[in-house]
């Protein structure tokens, strides 16, 4: 990679990097994946926000539409 091996040269580093080198390519692409995910439930739980504002607000019009109907 640009910037070399991220775990150095000492023993534990070495064997790190004998186990994380072969499987590096797939595990960022699971990573994207994951994140790709992530940022899918982000934006349903953001449209159910958006979907709740829009469903109070209406609850609050047919209160306040009752209120002067009662008056």
Same mark, same amino acid.
């Given at each position: $990679?640009? $910037?070399?091996?991220?775990?150095?040269?000492?023993?534990?580093?070495?064997?790190?990097?004998?186990?994380?080198?072969?499987?590096?390519?797939?595990?960022?692409q699971l990573?994207? *994946?994951?994140a790709? !995910?992530?940022?899918?439930i982000?934006d349903?739980?953001? !449209? $159910?926000?958006?979907?709740y504002?829009v /469903?109070?607000q209406?609850?609050?019009?047919? *209160?306040?539409?009752? /209120?002067?109907d009662?008056?």
């Open positions: $990679m640009g $910037m070399g091996a991220f775990w150095g040269n000492d023993d534990p580093g070495k064997q790190f990097g004998s186990k994380y080198e072969p499987a590096q390519e797939e595990l960022l990573i994207a *994946i994951i790709g !995910q992530v940022e899918g982000a349903g739980i953001n !449209q $159910m926000a958006a979907n504002g /469903t109070e209406a609850n609050v019009n047919k *209160i306040r539409a009752l /209120t002067w009662d008056q």
